[in-house]
């Protein structure tokens, strides 16, 4: 059973920072890619940010130059490093992998973010 668990969520003020990780349980799955998705109360859930297994980014136009996104491929971890935090960033924060050669993909139970004005 693969299991993906987020931490570091909670409420912070405007211009401040979080820290998100998550964690696979099964290490012998080959990921592809590792990701984070956030949605807010009536939007669709939408990319925030991925890495491929090489190390390549991809960040959603709202949060670049404000978030960073990494992974240990040894450990099957991933975190997100929010800086500049700002209320529009508020939301549940999922994580979700990919597996290689495969359709399988992952989800987290999600972490809430919240940001006050």
């Known amino acids: 059973q693969v299991q993906l668990v987020e931490s570091g969520g909670g409420l912070v003020q405007a211009g401040g920072s979080l820290r998100l990780s998550c964690a696979v349980s099964?290490?012998?799955?080959?990921?592809?890619?590792m990701g984070w998705y956030r949605q807010a109360p009536g939007k669709q859930r939408e990319l925030v940010a991925a890495?491929?297994?090489?190390?390549?980014?991809n960040y959603a136009d709202s949060v670049k130059e404000r978030f960073a996104i990494s992974r240990d491929n040894a450990k099957n971890t991933m975190s997100l490093q929010m800086n500049s935090l700002k209320p529009e960033d508020t939301g549940v924060y999922y994580c979700?992998?990919?597996?290689?050669?495969?359709?399988?993909?992952?989800w987290g139970q999600g972490t809430q973010v919240t940001v006050s004005s």
């Open positions: 979700r992998v990919t597996v290689l050669f495969t359709t399988e993909d992952y």
């Open positions: 099964e290490r012998i799955i080959r990921i592809n890619t």
């Open positions: 890495v491929t297994t090489g190390g390549s980014t």
